[in-house]
C-alpha cells in the first residue's frame, strides 16, 4: 500500500513524499490517503545537519587536515519518525571523499636549484 506523507516547507509550502508500505493486504484504488508529517523537513533535516557535521568535524581533526571533504548518504522522510539515515539492510553507508593539495614550498626556498 502506498502511503504519502505531506512536510510543511519553511516557505510556506508543501513535500509530499511517497512510499511503498510493507505489509500486504486489500487497498482502495485511487489518490490513497495524505497523512500529514509531525514536523517541517527543516525540523526533520536537522538531524542530518548534525550528523554531517560531525562527520566533518572528526575529519577536520586528522593531524594533516584535508582541503576538502565530501560525505554522501541517503536520507528517507518518514511522517513519524521524521528522517531516517538511509543504508543497506544493516546499517547506514558513508561515501567519504577526503582532498588535499599538494604543498606548495616554502616561500624564499630556492625552486630553481640555484
Known sequence: MTTR???TLASGGTLVVESEGTGAGVAPAGR???ERAGATVRDSLHTVVNTASDVIEAFRALPRR???IEVKFGVKLDGSVGVILAGGSAGVHFEVTLRWSP???ARGADTNGE
Open 103 to 105: 604543498e606548495e614550498p
Open 66 to 68: 584535508p582541503d576538502e
Open 5 to 7: 506523507t505531506e512536510f
Open 32 to 34: 490513497g490517503s495524505l
